[in-house]
T-cell receptor
């Protein structure tokens, strides 16, 4: 069954701790994306990767880091440097620039 | 840089009534345009997309959208809404050139359906 898996669905952390969000896909898509969603602000791009071992900063990359060691996986680390990490995080994939993006179910991160 | 404006933050319509959600985009060349729908706490689902060709595109769940280049708009329509259409709707624009695969999303329109 093809798709995008994000785990966990809900994540709770204490302030000052780094946390890693998982995104796995079996769609064989080359490009993967991380978005942050806050109420009233739509989706904002954090990082994206068009190929293994390569990634680019999006519009709000500060306080986040990523890796792309495998085509199937694009984990996002929210570091303690991210000033306001509580948000809903969405992972997406696409076959290429002329195709739509497919989204995972999201991870809601709460930092207190 | 590309941008998307969804001027309506929240729309309320009666079940069975028609619906139009507005989307205006800014992009220098031919854009790729998308409408997505999101239920609370879920990911986004693609409703429809415009790449080229016929400016009236049909999507899933009875939705359609019309690309109007002269107005830089890509409004979403449905002739008769159902209670299950209550959700948040996002318009997005993508660049039509290779090497730039980013989408820019609008801030969304929340749709409420009343009986």
């Amino acid at each position: 069954d093809g798709g995008i898996t994000q785990s966990p669905k809900y994540l709770f952390r204490k302030e000052g701790q780094n946390v890693t969000l998982s995104c796995e896909q079996n769609l064989n898509h080359d490009a993967m994306y991380w978005y942050r969603q806050d109420p009233g602000q739509g989706l904002r791009l954090i990082y994206y990767s068009q190929i293994v071992n390569d990634f680019q900063k999006g519009d709000i990359a500060e306080g986040y880091s990523v890796s792309r060691e495998k085509k199937e996986s694009f984990p996002l680390t929210v570091t303690s440097a991210q000033k306001n990490p509580t948000a809903f995080y969405l992972c997406a994939t696409t076959r290429g620039p002329r195709y739509e993006q497919y989204f995972g179910p999201g991870t809601r991160l709460t930092v207190t | 840089a590309q941008s998307v404006t969804q001027p309506d933050i929240h729309i309320t319509v009666s079940e069975g009534a028609s619906l139009e959600l507005r989307c205006n985009y800014s992009y220098g060349a031919t854009p790729y345009l998308f409408w997505y729908v999101q239920s609370p706490g879920q990911g986004l689902q693609l409703l429809l997309k415009y790449f080229s060709g016929d400016t009236l595109v049909q999507g899933i769940k009875g939705f359609e959208a019309e690309f109007k280049r002269s107005q830089s708009s890509f409004n979403l329509r449905k002739p008769s809404v159902h209670w299950s259409d209550a959700a948040e709707y996002f318009c997005a624009v993508g660049a039509a050139n290779f090497g730039n695969e980013k989408l820019t999303f609008g801030t969304g329109t929340r749709l409420t359906i009343i009986p």
